[in-house]
């Protein structure tokens, strides 16, 4: 984590030194929010929002990747006599979808980073099969 820090805000710093990173309990953890709204390791370039630790495992100074609930974000994982996936609607993507319909790239091809490391190869192969023969 200390790799990440400097990305981050005073605001953040002095949050994640009072309150630390992730709250909740055991099978229901999540990070900290500022004020309701951006997690504690956000930083931004412009107005784009990104993930603290993203960026230090990508500048190769950590090995450790953000939580894969993270990644996979604004898909969650809920559990109903077995997982599903399923789309939380925030008007924080609203741009990304924008972007996405105008490109003509479906959410789950632009998650397919994210689905792949959390669900394998073999999975995503699966979905995006049945995506394209049956849903477009």
């Known amino acids: 984590m200390p790799e990440a820090k400097k990305y981050l805000s005073s605001k953040s710093l002095k949050v994640l030194?009072?309150?630390?990173?992730?709250?909740?309990?055991?099978?229901?953890?999540?990070?900290?929010c500022i004020d309701k709204k951006d997690c504690v390791l956000v930083f931004y370039?412009?107005?784009?929002?990104?993930?603290?630790?993203?960026?230090?495992?990508?500048?190769?100074?950590?090995?450790?990747?953000?939580?894969?609930?993270?990644?996979?974000?604004?898909?969650?994982?809920g559990s109903f006599g077995?997982?599903?996936?399923?789309?939380?609607?925030?008007?924080?993507?609203?741009?990304?979808?924008?972007?996405?319909?105008?490109?003509?790239?479906?959410?789950?091809?632009s998650l397919k980073d994210s689905l792949t490391r959390s669900f394998g190869e073999k999975w995503y192969s699966k979905l995006d099969s049945y995506i394209k023969e049956n849903i477009k």
Do not use: N, W
């Not at 030194?17 to 900290?32: A, K």
């Not at 993930?51 to 898909?75: M, N, Q, V, W, Y």
């Not at 789309?87 to 959410?107: F, H, N, Q, R, T």
């Open 17 to 32: 030194e009072q309150d630390g990173f992730f709250e909740g309990s055991d099978g229901d953890y999540s990070t900290v």
């Open 82 to 109: 077995g997982s599903y996936l399923y789309y939380e609607k925030i008007s924080e993507c609203e741009p990304a979808k924008e972007k996405g319909k105008a490109e003509d790239i479906p959410l789950y091809e």
């Open 45 to 77: 370039e412009g107005d784009v929002a990104k993930c603290a630790l993203e960026k230090a495992f990508f500048d190769g100074k950590t090995e450790f990747r953000k939580p894969i609930s993270c990644h996979l974000f604004p898909i969650r994982v």
